[in-house]
């Protein structure tokens, strides 16, 4: 087998809620057990090192990630014909295809998830899969109540249920508990070849008071909120994950400012390679739902995930949970006309492309589709009878082609010598401009444009003098835009924004360019 190199695809996810549960049902098959052709992969936690990028076979990959769950399509009626179906869209999105989250429960036995996961590696795609150890429902073929009392969940009704979701709690404290909990995590791992581990709800985890209201909780033995016994359980998973699983890779869902989620165990940290940034997906939308007329006023709020973004090692997602329950779809948060919201989803891809940090986006967001996710239904893919959809899926398609080839977008995401401002402060034109550098000294120059409007003649400060060249343009026809250009074009000596170069260019309304020096 063809392991991943530095241009391959690198994840893929398959998960659900009921894992847990999943593996007394399921458990080890009596068939032989696969041979194991996972992509090499690198720690990024167990070294007191903190690494710059992700690594498979020794070598920095670029970290795109799909997010898909079990709506992708409901006519998927076992993972033979999923694997299939995933292939051929492997293919059209340019090998960007790597997480999914379908249920497990649904389609087939246990040895068909095992098959699939073999071709998915075979095909050079990693899996990483969604594990949900923060609590558990309360359905009476499940855990609760096992054995009659609380056996699995915490007795303590202040701790041992959730009212959110009106499930129950693991208790933590318990050994017992403790090395079921862990031992399942190794056993999807092991057992089935998962890349990976994204773990679900880890706020929730570690405050005792997560949505709860005073005199609902008590205070640790120190008299503080932090939940001791979860958080010596969530060192113990992911240390125990890395050592027995060498090359894995364990991420946080995690909301708060909790520090050290992705600082090695033996620093202090939770252990955690990768932490999901959700303040730069709050704030990233939140700017975008403004009408572009309004967006100076809340400039700030596209450029202080900068503030931050080398205090964890971040993936940004735009994840299921900002295109259900009324949030509207991708396509639908963004303000005006038709024409502008395809505009705004186009730049806010790329945005996100260029933005320091592993990307993640939930199926649909890539055509552009009308609707929200609904899981009773499917992603909308008749909207690829229409131009502007199949647009903005060729334009992601193209996005990973560039991101692929460009060591300055991937290869030093987590170190700050891999990103510098150019304009940040351009509110009046609610535009921004700044320069990737890659480990050996790439750059790529990106300008986003978030206002209504094209700015012609734009000065733009850059890195060094010669020729540039305009490598992508998310205003190009192909992807339904004005087809505004810039070519190849020379830098002018002459201070400017500290810099001793800059150029005079055209960026497209809502739209975003990619500007790479002669070498």
Partial sequence: ?????????????????????????????????????????????????????????????????????????????????????????????????????????????????????????????????????????????????????????????????????????????????????????????????????????????????????????????????????????????????????????????????????????????????????????????????????????????????MVYAYSEHYVLPISHDEVVYGKGSLFGKMPGDDWQRYAGVRALFAYQWAHPGKKLSFMGNEVAQYGEWDHDGSVDWDALNWPDHRGVQKLVADLNTLYKASPALWSQDFDPAGFQWLTSDDADHNTLSFVRIGKDGEQMVVVVNFSGEAWEDYQVPLTKGGKWTEVLTTDDKKYGGSDIHNGTFKAVKGEYHSRDWSAKITVPALGAVFLKPEL
């Fill in 1 to 305: 087998m063809k392991l991943l190199n530095s241009n391959s695809i690198v994840g893929f996810v398959v998960g659900s809620a009921v894992c847990l549960t999943a593996c007394l049902s399921i458990g080890s098959s009596d068939s032989e057990k696969v041979k194991d052709q996972r992509p090499v992969v690198s720690s990024v936690t167990m070294s007191p090192d903190i690494p710059s990028s992700v690594s498979f076979c020794g070598k920095d990959i670029d970290l795109t990630r799909y997010n898909m769950h079990e709506g992708f399509d409901r006519e998927l009626s076992s993972f033979t014909y999923f694997h299939s179906t995933t292939m051929l869209l492997i293919k059209r999105a340019n090998r960007y295809f790597p997480i999914i989250e379908p249920i497990l429960k649904a389609n087939g036995i246990p040895d068909d998830f095992k098959y699939l996961v073999e071709k998915l590696h075979e095909a050079g795609i990693g899996v990483i899969m969604d594990w949900v150890p923060a609590h558990f429902p309360k359905d009476a073929f499940a855990l609760g109540r096992f054995d009659g009392t609380p056996l699995y969940e915490d007795p303590d009704p202040t701790r041992g249920e959730h009212p959110d979701w009106g499930t129950y709690v693991f208790n933590f404290g318990r050994r017992e508990v403790r090395n079921f909990l862990v031992a399942n995590a190794c056993f999807w791992l092991d057992e089935y070849h998962i890349d990976a581990l994204r773990v679900d709800a880890v706020s929730s985890m570690l405050y005792l008071d997560y949505s709860r209201k005073p005199g609902q909780w008590h205070p640790n033995i120190y008299g503080g909120r932090e939940n001791l016994e979860a958080i010596d359980f969530l060192k113990e998973a992911t240390a125990t994950a890395y050592k027995n699983n060498p090359g894995i890779m364990m991420i946080a869902e995690e909301s708060t400012a909790y520090p050290g989620i992705t600082a090695p165990t033996d620093a202090g940290g939770l252990g955690f390679g990768l932490k999901w940034n959700m303040g730069w997906m709050h704030d990233t939308l939140q700017y975008l739902h403004e009408e572009p007329i309004n967006r100076k006023w809340h400039h700030n709020e596209i450029t202080f995930s």
